[in-house]
Structures are given as structure tokens and as C-alpha cells.
């Protein structure tokens, strides 16, 4: 959930739910952001296995690993749940 809890990342998760897939170039275009600000941040998704990564050449293309987005927004509508049910 920590991953997750940042603005800029949230929005590298909406382009890349648009996009299907992007390279870091794309996505810091897109975004407006300087190219390590951006690596920093999906290197954290990667980490947290929000985001998987394919090779084309000499280009990484990062993916949503969709199941475990669908289990982060399982978990988060669980505890949105349980803190407005008390």
C-alpha cells in the first residue's frame, strides 16, 4: 500500500492502464518529470510488484502486473471498509 500512497505513482499507474505499455522515456514525456524522478518512482512500483518489465532492444517497457494492482485495490477496499464501518 506504501507504494501506492504517492501521487506521481499513481499517475505512472493510470498512463500505463492507458497505455498498456511504456518506456521510461514515454512515461517522463507524458508526465512532464525529469527522467530520474520517474525511475525512482518504478523502480518502487517494481519493487512492490505493482509493475513488470519487458526488454524490446535496448528499451524497457514497463507493464501493470494487473493481479496484483487487483489484490492492492482488493486490500484497500477492505480497510476503507472496516475504518468507515467503525
Known amino acids: 500500500m506504501r507504494a501506492l500512497?504517492?501521487?506521481l505513482r499513481l499517475?505512472?499507474?493510470?498512463?500505463?492502464?492507458?497505455?498498456?505499455?511504456?518506456c521510461v522515456q514515454t512515461i517522463y514525456t507524458a508526465l512532464q518529470q525529469d527522467?530520474?524522478?520517474?525511475?525512482?518512482?518504478?523502480?518502487?512500483?517494481?519493487?512492490?510488484g505493482l509493475v513488470v518489465t519487458t526488454r524490446e532492444g535496448k528499451f524497457i517497457h514497463y507493464l501493470l502486473a494487473e493481479t496484483r494492482l487487483a489484490k492492492a485495490a482488493q486490500v484497500a477496499a477492505q480497510l476503507a471498509i472496516g475504518?468507515?464501518?467503525?
Open 35 to 48: 527522467q530520474s524522478i520517474v525511475s525512482q518512482h518504478l523502480r518502487i512500483l517494481r519493487k512492490a
Open 83 to 86: 475504518v468507515m464501518g467503525k
Open 11 to 22: 499517475r505512472i499507474i493510470a498512463l500505463l492502464a492507458d497505455q498498456k505499455s511504456a
Open 5 to 7: 500512497a504517492h501521487p
